[in-house]
């Protein structure tokens, strides 16, 4: 996947976290616990930080070696399972997945956010 590609799913994620933080504001707290929200919340600052952050790296490409797209890939992935794993366990009880599923994704996605941003350490040219 291009650097282009990347960019472009993170500025879809960015508007997606947008439309998020303004429904969790305007709606959320009439369906929701207010824990449920601040969970949500978390997951929206992540989906935020890490996009914008995709978006930086990929602009200045030049400054990694051939490992960035790992790094790349492991942060694109991380924030979709991290986020988009504590969405849905939030709305559990109105989508109806089975928890079973979900809850061991967060964390997954969690490790493979820490390891992107170790990979890409590691893809810094001298």
Same mark, same amino acid.
């Given at each position: 996947m291009s650097t282009n590609n990347i960019i472009r799913i993170s500025i879809i994620l960015i508007i997606i976290a947008i439309i998020l933080e303004a429904f969790s504001s305007h709606f959320l707290n009439k369906v929701l616990l207010e824990k449920q929200i601040n969970s949500i919340n978390v997951g /929206?600052?992540?989906q935020l930080f890490h996009s914008l952050s995709? /978006?930086?790296i990929c602009l200045n490409k030049k400054k990694f070696n051939k490992h960035l797209n790992k790094s790349l890939y492991l942060m694109l992935?991380?924030?979709?399972?991290?986020c988009f794993s504590i969405y849905l366990l939030n709305f559990n009880s109105y989508i109806e997945i089975p928890l079973f599923i979900l809850g061991? /994704?967060?964390?997954i996605g969690g490790? @493979?956010?820490i390891f992107s941003w170790v990979v890409l @350490? @590691?893809? @810094?040219?001298n």
């Open positions: /929206i600052r992540y995709l /978006i930086v992935l991380g924030t979709i399972f991290f061991p /994704i967060t964390p490790v @493979l956010l @350490l @590691l893809a @810094l040219k």
